[in-house]
């Protein structure tokens, strides 16, 4: 747009789907990279993403006694320090108040509109994102210069198929809330993550017959190791060489837990660092005290019974699916989307798209540690060279395929492994990025 000699740039107006933790990071970010022209839109009637809890079925949150996996001081915003009263291991109700105060202490409410659902964000040809919406008002549609996502990957259920039928009840853990629904009945939990630990331990202590069924070995560990939170200790670690880090984390595991075969499970293969770990102390003691009976992989359903690989059979009323997400973007075309969601996407420190200069992912990692302080650096990256005050690499094809060829650790080959990363590694690859792509004389500007 011009007007005599002068010229005047439109600045970028920028869509950003989802808000979250990784969602507010981003706008926060965009702020003070100076663009102002932003819109965020997320579904909820909150800010806070799965971390606000919720009974409404179908809609993916924490449970009602969720804690942190990750410790307080390697979890809270780089910027934003967690108040200094909350414990190692926050409650999702202190979390919620946590990411209100952030909101508001950056002044990001004015950024977002709630209750609003993203139906489709298309490319059109002169390369701008259109943006249909849904809210209470009607559909509606607005074109944005940028699209950054910031949905997560914890909401479309992953479910495996078994020969013959289950004639009981099933759901997803997307659908679990609390523990009291089961009081009196007999109980399978299928899934060794986090949430299928946490929920066969909190089930356990209301139903008549609790079992938990891992396809094969898990790495649980206690939430405290000699006083210290869990991923206190990994930093630690890492100043050893790095050759002699997944030896000693084996033999200090074996230390702390023991031997598998005491809690009845399969031993796990490889190393701690390789395969992401369930932090779970409650969990260890459930099985030590059998008031969780470990069950290897299912084999078929028979009615009610469900049969296991190892030949044994059992009759359950109830099966909790706790068996991770499947990666989508609902709002995305396949032709954006471009790639196999169960394995590592081609995305450049996991959020620039190797195609289009003006899409980013924000929080598609799963990090040894927190996702978020590691997704503010990703948003700040995305914010820069949105602004023009770093630069896209010109040779991204060759940086992402060395990406894909030589991850942190060799990460078990699996697709809940598929967006792993080592959070203190991947630090350093975005610090290093921001370092490197930097242009000096506009920064100075």
């Known amino acids: 747009m011009t007007e005599g000699n002068a010229t005047t740039v439109r600045p970028p107006k920028v869509c950003v789907i989802g808000a979250g933790p990784c969602g507010l990071a981003t706008i926060k970010n965009l702020i003070a990279a100076g663009i102002g022209d932003v819109v965020c839109y997320d579904e909820r009637d909150v800010t806070g993403g799965n971390w606000v809890f919720s009974d409404t079925g179908g809609r993916s949150s924490v449970y009602e006694t969720t804690h942190l996996i990750s410790s307080r001081r390697l979890t809270e915003f780089e910027d934003y320090p967690m108040p200094p009263d909350y414990p190692d291991y926050p409650s999702h109700s202190q979390m919620r108040a946590y990411f209100d105060a952030y909101a508001r202490h950056f002044d990001l409410p004015r950024f977002v509109r709630l209750q609003t659902r993203v139906e489709a964000a298309r490319l059109r040809p002169d390369g701008k994102w259109r943006v249909r919406v849904s809210a209470a008002a009607g559909k509606s549609e607005q074109v944005f210069d940028h699209l950054i996502v910031c949905s997560g990957h914890h909401h479309t259920p992953l479910l495996p198929d078994y020969p013959g039928q289950f004639k009981g009840e099933t759901l997803h853990s997307v659908d679990y809330k609390r523990a009291a629904p089961f009081a009196g009945k007999r109980v399978l939990v299928v899934g060794g993550g986090n949430s299928a630990c946490d929920i066969a331990a909190e089930i356990s202590r209301v139903a008549v017959r609790t079992c938990i069924s891992m396809r094969r070995g898990y790495w649980l ?225």
């Not at 396949?334 to 169960?342: G, K, M, P």
């Open 221 to 445: 560990m206690p939430k405290h190791i000699l006083g210290e939170p869990l991923d206190h200790l990994y930093a630690w670690l890492r100043v050893l060489p790095r050759p002699i880090v997944p030896v000693v984390s084996r033999a200090l595991a074996r230390l702390v837990v023991g031997r598998w075969a005491k809690y009845g499970l399969q031993p796990p293969q490889g190393a701690p660092i390789t395969m992401h770990p369930t932090v779970n102390t409650a969990i260890l003691a459930a099985l030590r005290e059998r008031s969780v009976v470990p069950r290897v992989g299912i084999e078929r359903f028979d009615g009610a019974r469900v049969c296991f690989r190892d030949g044994a059979s059992e009759v359950f009323d109830t099966i909790v699916w706790a068996t991770g997400f499947r990666i989508v973007f609902p709002f995305l075309g396949s032709d954006i989307v471009d790639w196999d969601t169960a394995k590592t996407p081609p995305l450049y420190l996991k959020m620039m798209h190797r195609r289009l200069p003006n899409l980013f992912f924000i929080g598609l990692f799963q990090p040894l540690g927190c996702i978020w302080r590691l997704a503010d650096y990703q948003a700040r990256i995305a914010a820069l060279q949105i602004a023009g005050r770093i630069a896209r690499p010109a040779d991204i094809e060759t940086r992402l395929e060395q990406e894909v060829r030589s991850p942190h650790w060799r990460f078990d080959a699996t697709p809940r492994h598929a967006i792993e990363v080592d959070a203190h590694d991947f630090r350093r690859d975005l610090l290093g990025h921001l370092q490197e792509a930097s242009i000096p004389d506009r920064l100075a500007a």
